[in-house]
């Protein structure tokens, strides 16, 4: 059997039920969803539910309506639920990445966008939290996205999703003190890669 037949036939033996959850139920599950991407890898143990909290203190710091706020919560949690689909020893190898694994690691961006978009009216927070790699100037991955096609919220999640793995202690590596990990992302908004605007907004949020 091919794959695509072999969905077919598992999704006829096990029909899908649709419910309507509510926000709260959504944010649980999110949560576990997160929890089981962070436990496939010691290196990266609390990094989703990291960056799901910074998202939503974040966004609340900056003013959003609630329901905006725990969206990017959701977001935050799932972002890297593509991680998935990649394997161990590229997770968790612990020296630089040849660009051969590099490349299968860009690709978590890409399946958590495939992986979130058969979720119904999910196409906003899948947006929000695939894009965590784009890069204003277009180098970015998986879709090579520039300025004029990031919103204000995909622009958050890839200042949030550095900083969170900047400043967040690993096996391999002590988290980098808040102004130290500012000062890189300051950099990088330097280089013309995230919305120095926000990098300013994370400065101030998460001082102190």
């Known amino acids: 059997l091919g794959e695509d037949s072999f969905e077919k036939n598992l999704w006829e033996k096990i029909p899908r039920i649709k419910q309507e959850l509510s926000f709260a139920q959504i944010k649980e599950l999110a949560r576990f969803f997160a929890q089981i991407v962070d436990y496939k890898s010691p290196f990266t143990s609390t990094h989703s539910i990291g960056v799901a909290e910074d998202a939503e203190r974040l966004s609340r710091y900056m003013g959003f309506d609630e329901e905006t706020v725990q969206k990017m919560y959701l977001a935050g949690a799932l972002h890297d639920i593509g991680k998935v689909a990649v394997g161990n020893e590229i ?55 520039t300025a004029t096609e990031l919103n204000t919220q995909e622009r958050m999640m890839a200042c949030i999703d550095i900083y969170q793995a900047l400043t967040e202690s690993r096996p391999y590596k002590q988290g980098m003190p808040h102004e130290k990990a500012c000062e890189i992302l300051r950099d990088m908004a330097n280089k013309g890669w995230l919305d120095d605007t926000i990098v300013k907004q994370v400065e101030d949020c998460f001082r102190g």
């Open 91 to 145: 997770l968790e190898k612990p020296g630089r990445l040849t660009e051969d694994e590099f490349a299968v690691m860009k690709h978590h961006a890409a399946y958590t966008y495939y992986i979130l978009s058969g979720v119904d009216d999910f196409d906003e927070i899948r947006d929000w939290a695939a894009f965590h790699h784009e890069r204003l100037d277009g180098t970015g991955y998986p879709f090579g996205k």
